[in-house]
């Protein structure tokens, strides 16, 4: 019995240490047509591509390659400039491409790899729907002509759209069924033509760069990917303040209600002052956390000409009042006790806590802002 667990153990370290010392990729395959002739294998880069190596290959047009990377990568396995393939390679895979010379980048086979057989999916589909659109632009412009020409194009117009939607569900329901896979990165930059991405929303974009950037943070591909979707997620909310201060004028909207004393204390009352609207509830958590960042935004910068006005959205007076108290609220912290239903109008608030803040002639600067990129915008208002 005792050699028995012994031979397991043996046997177990044994895979383990193959695992361990696992040397790689490794590319082969066959291309027909091609023999003698050089293959190269290019590292795609976000904007560029990078020559890795290349080999010669066998008179049948076999060839090897090998190579060692820390996550999942994109390559090109290609004959010349025009006539390649793309490859999502992992760590320890052994891929098998084979295919003519005459139509390489077409019609190949890859097995082996289940990342570069998402990568020749996604490059299919396109392909087909690309031929699509181009079929109907060539019928367009071939009955330009023709008495019949503006009903015709309107068909043909919507026959294109529906494609382009049919493009767009399916290139975004990829992205669901593969959110880990480095494949979601093609899918989110495939275009239709040079100005026009496939998938120009967000919130796919928002999906695919958190699963990955957790996967893989250290990929170039992430990395860059997760920075654009920062900007666009910073571009939306610049656009929606913009958007907010055309709709409301150039001064932000009034606001007047009661503090704790029973005081009713306006928001124009406050002059020369870069002031911090905040709405909040005593009954929620988060904005009793946030107080605490804001207590300490407060002590630094209220001598500096900071003013925090502080809207309750509650219901019960002693439960805002005990908060006010046990949180050291020392600004201005106001409230109806009937939800301030028209400051939450004014200022369009959908969530809890939620901010927005004027700078000294009282123009909205910034929306929402937390934690130091608050800090960083106050600090550059009250100097």
């Not at 690309?130 to 008495?147: E, T, V």
């Not at 502080?310 to 805002?320: G, T």
């Amino acid at each position: 019995m005792a050699n028995k667990i012994f031979s397991a153990i043996v046997a177990l370290l044994f895979i383990l240490a193959s695992c361990k010392n696992h040397n790689g990729f490794v590319i082969t395959g066959k291309i027909t047509n091609a023999g003698g002739k050089y293959l190269y294998l290019d590292e795609l880069k976000v904007s560029s591509s990078v020559p890795v190596d290349s080999v010669k290959m066998e008179r049948d047009g076999s060839f090897k390659f090998k190579g060692k990377i820390g996550y999942p990568n994109f390559y090109l396995l290609r004959l010349s400039e025009k006539n390649f393939v793309t490859l999502l390679v992992d760590t320890a895979e052994n891929i098998s491409i084979y295919g003519d010379a005459a139509n390489f980048s077409r019609d190949y086979v890859v097995d082996g790899s289940p990342g570069s057989m998402l990568v020749q999916e996604l490059n299919n589909k396109l392909a087909r729907t690309k031929h699509q659109l181009d079929s109907i632009n060539s019928r367009i412009d071939a009955f330009r002509i023709h008495d019949d020409y503006s009903i015709q194009k309107v068909k043909w117009d919507q026959e294109m759209t529906d494609i382009k939607q049919n493009q767009v569900r399916y290139s975004t329901e990829f992205i669901k069924k593969h959110p880990f896979s480095m494949s979601s990165v093609l899918a989110l930059y495939q275009k239709f033509d040079d100005s026009n991405y496939v998938i120009q929303d967000l919130q796919s974009l928002k999906v695919a760069a958190t699963a990955l950037n957790t996967m893989f943070p250290k990929s170039e591909h992430v990395k860059a990917l997760y920075a654009n979707t920062q900007r666009l997620m910073a571009d939306e909310k610049n656009n929606k303040v913009k958007q907010f201060i055309a709709e409301n004028g150039v001064n932000s909207p009034d606001i007047s209600l009661p503090n704790g004393s029973g005081h009713v204390v306006s928001l124009s009352s406050i002059s020369s002052k870069v002031v911090l609207i905040q709405f909040w509830s005593a009954l929620d958590r988060v904005s009793r956390y946030q107080n605490q960042a804001l207590v300490e935004l407060y002590r630094k910068y209220k001598s500096k000409g900071l003013e925090i006005y502080q809207v309750s959205i509650d219901d019960n007076r002693e439960a805002w009042l005990t908060a006010v108290k046990q949180d050291g609220l020392s600004w201005i912290n106001v409230g109806d006790m009937k939800g301030c239903n028209i400051a939450l109008n004014a200022y369009n608030v959908t969530n809890i806590p939620s901010n927005y803040i004027l700078d000294r002639e009282r123009k909205v600067v910034g929306k929402d802002l937390q934690g130091s990129v608050l800090d960083q915008a106050i600090g550059k208002l009250v100097k």
